[in-house]
């Protein structure tokens, strides 16, 4: 009796430490990446630098954010590049270059995006749809009225005083946009973790069967997480038109494929059941810093997309070796 | 809903729905716009579907293989641009160039195989990486449009042979010699079991990763030589000449009926479906509809699409 029960205690012990690993990988990554960046730059760890890329990370890793939830729970968002779009194009129009406009413009698009969410997962959840192609046409759909909408032209115009106080620096250093990044991530790292929504959400992303069994909402559920994926695809849309101010119709083109590569940087696998907010700000933070790295070698801007790729699909064979050996 | 009863009209008919829906938008077309009727659009029709049908067959096997590439939308784009540097409009390069794009899509379709064996990684993720490196790749080189089409290449994208557009004569026999192999042969038996099962197809003694590495083949075959007719079509090595052929293609051989899971599929469903996209921009180019209500038109068409096969699946259980 005693024997299999050490044997047991002994695998225990070893297996967490193998099963954190892949888990906390990408913090190792991001602390290489940014060792890497300090050596070819003295300027990259100055504050105000570092800052900067959390500045220029944050539209992508908001709507990373959202998106994280819906591939834990084993589907995939790639209406998020339209639905940031849309957010950006329909903010600035509701602004109209007027500050007392900014409330409403916002809760507006805030409220239109969770409704696009919404729209998403009815349809998925009522019809089993596949999400790949479901969010993917429904993308289409959200392109083609957002250009509708606004006539193909940037036509709002941004209120004075959203961008400033987006871009405004606390202690002169932390621009709030960032702020707001770190907020939401712990907010739905704690929605993950906390809550009775976020442990649903990794059950069915584990076992979708098991869970319907244990008589778990599919639907409700379902339905919630591409609810909070457009409502985040919404405020990344805010953040970019705070960030860059431009409001084109196509601005967030890329960003489902960003936001994608940033998650599963971040270990949340295709097959859904696992992943954490934590660690996908981790994954857009490896993707940034390394685009910065390439900027400071003076390389081609192109070799991003090169390097992206790379670090995609090296990061992704990594997390499946440490998988398979635990 | 009108698109079901024709649908269900058609099953009686033991016609799949996507030919149905086909024929149904060419009557319709043809019998409400004069314009779409007239010889020479209903060629431009069939020479603009051409490219995407060339990439969307080779997708049909990646897809009948439980596997997906997205990388050839950037590796179209990349083959254009190559191919019309090497030809900078000069006849004689010709055939080295159609060499060429068979090479590099051969050779990139390769490489996802044999990286997909190698890594074991997701075949979105993995071709998500490619299609990053091949877009910086195309834009590291150039920026703009360079070199030209030579005017054989120019010729099979846009000429006729007594009236049949050249382009169309490829497709067909692009079509129908992929048809005979994934319908006839033993390598289409096989990638159809590695899509339907692919532990069952390995105990089955099935060489799952030597097929799965074909079937990649196939898709950056079809990407190169669908590479050959934009080149000849827009004339000129134009960056972003391949930008979301690799969507369309999904879409394609979504709508014509082969399943996301894997396991089966059919090269004619694509190829309805790729004629029923071109057959649709055609129309609504004709009426003058902008360009944004197309897209917003063909995203309608993918939903509808994919929320009817569902229901088609769930009774056919």
Same mark, same amino acid.
């Given at each position: ?183 939401? @991530?712990?907010? /739905?790292? =704690?929605? *993950?973790? +906390? ?5 649903? %959400?990794?059950?069915? $992303?584990? #076992? ?69 907010? @934590?660690?996908? /700000?981790? =994954?857009? *933070?490896? +993707? ?5 790295? %390439?900027?400071?070698? $003076?390389? #081609? ?26 | ?22 024929l149904a938008s060419v009557v319709g077309a043809a ?57 900078d409009g000069h006849s004689e390069r010709t055939v ?68 049949v557009p050249v382009a169309l004569v490829v497709l ?146």
């Amino acid at each position: 009796m005693t024997a299999p029960t050490v044997a047991v205690a002994s695998r225990r012990r070893s297996v967490p430490s193998l099963r954190l690993a892949p888990k906390y990988a990408i913090w190792g990554v991001l602390v290489v990446l940014l060792g890497i960046a300090a050596l070819l730059s003295d300027a990259f760890l100055e504050p105000v630098y570092l800052a900067n890329v959390v500045r220029q990370a944050a539209p992508v890793g908001i709507a990373a954010l959202g998106a994280t939830v819906v591939m834990i729970l084993g589907g995939v968002d790639l209406s998020v590049g339209a639905v940031v779009s849309f957010a950006a194009v329909f903010a600035a129009i509701q602004m109209g270059g007027r500050a007392d406009n900014i409330g409403v413009a916002v809760v507006s698009t805030l409220a239109a995006c969770t409704l696009i969410g919404l729209a998403n997962g009815a349809l998925i959840a009522w019809n089993r749809a596949s999400s790949f192609i479901l969010t993917l046409g429904t993308s289409l759909v959200i392109y083609g009225l957002t250009q509708v909408y606004s006539g193909g032209t940037a036509r709002g115009i941004v209120a004075p005083g959203f961008r400033e106080f987006f871009n405004f620096r606390l202690a002169d250093v932390v621009p709030v946009i960032a702020v707001a990044l770190v907020v939401l @991530a712990v907010i /739905v790292e =704690g929605l *993950l973790r +906390l809550t009775r929504f976020g442990r649903t %959400v990794y059950l069915i $992303g584990s #076992n979708a069967g098991a869970a319907r069994i244990a008589g778990l909402s599919l639907t409700r559920t379902t339905l919630a997480a591409y609810a909070i994926s457009g409502l985040f695809a919404g405020m990344a849309g805010l953040a970019l038109l705070a960030r860059s101010g431009v409001s084109t119709t196509t601005s967030g083109r890329g960003f489902e494929l960003d936001t994608l590569a940033a998650i599963v940087l971040g270990g949340t696998v295709f097959e859904g059941g696992r992943g954490s907010a @934590a660690a996908t /700000v981790a =994954g857009v *933070l490896v +993707l940034f810093v390394a685009f910065n790295i %390439v900027n400071i070698l $003076g390389l #081609n801007f192109n070799l991003q997309l090169v390097v992206k790729g790379l670090i995609v699909i090296v990061a992704s064979a990594i997390y499946f070796r440490l998988d398979r050996d635990r | 809903m009108p698109a079901r009863r024709v649908a269900s009209a058609a099953n009686a008919f033991g016609l799949p729905a996507i030919h149905a829906l086909l024929l149904a938008s060419v009557v319709g077309a043809a019998a409400t716009v004069p314009a779409f009727r007239t010889i020479d659009n209903l060629g431009n029709v069939l020479t603009q579907a051409a490219a995407l049908g060339l990439v969307a067959i080779g997708q049909t096997f990646v897809i009948v293989g439980g596997l997906i590439d997205l990388s050839v939308g950037q590796l179209l784009g990349l083959t254009v641009v190559l191919i019309c540097a090497l030809m900078d409009g000069h006849s004689e390069r010709t055939v080295p160039a159609l060499l060429l794009a068979a090479g590099i899509g051969g050779a990139i379709g390769a490489a996802n195989g044999w990286l997909l064996n190698l890594l074991r990684i997701h075949p979105l993720i993995l071709t998500f990486g490619t299609l990053s490196i091949l877009q910086g790749v195309i834009f590291a080189t150039t920026d703009r449009s360079i070199g030209a089409a030579s005017p054989e290449v120019a010729w099979l994208a846009n000429g006729r042979i007594a009236g049949v557009p050249v382009a169309l004569v490829v497709l067909a026999l692009a079509a129908f010699g992929a048809h005979r192999l994934l319908t006839r042969t033993r390598f289409g038996q096989h990638l159809r079991a590695v899509g339907g099962h692919a532990e069952n197809a390995r105990r089955a003694g099935v060489a799952v990763d030597r097929v799965r590495w074909a079937a990649f083949v196939l898709s950056g075959l079809g990407a190169g030589l669908g590479a050959v007719l934009v080149a000849g079509r827009i004339g000129s090595g134009y960056p972003n000449a391949g930008q979301g052929f690799e969507l369309d293609a999904i879409v394609a051989v979504v709508l014509g009926g082969t399943s996301l899971a894997g396991g089966r599929g059919s090269i004619a469903g694509t190829l309805a479906a790729v004629l029923l996209l071109a057959v649709a921009s055609n129309v609504l180019n004709l009426l003058e509809v902008s360009s944004f209500a197309q897209m917003f038109a063909k995203g309608l068409i993918v939903v509808v699409a994919v929320l009817l096969a569902q229901r088609r699946e769930r009774f056919a259980r």
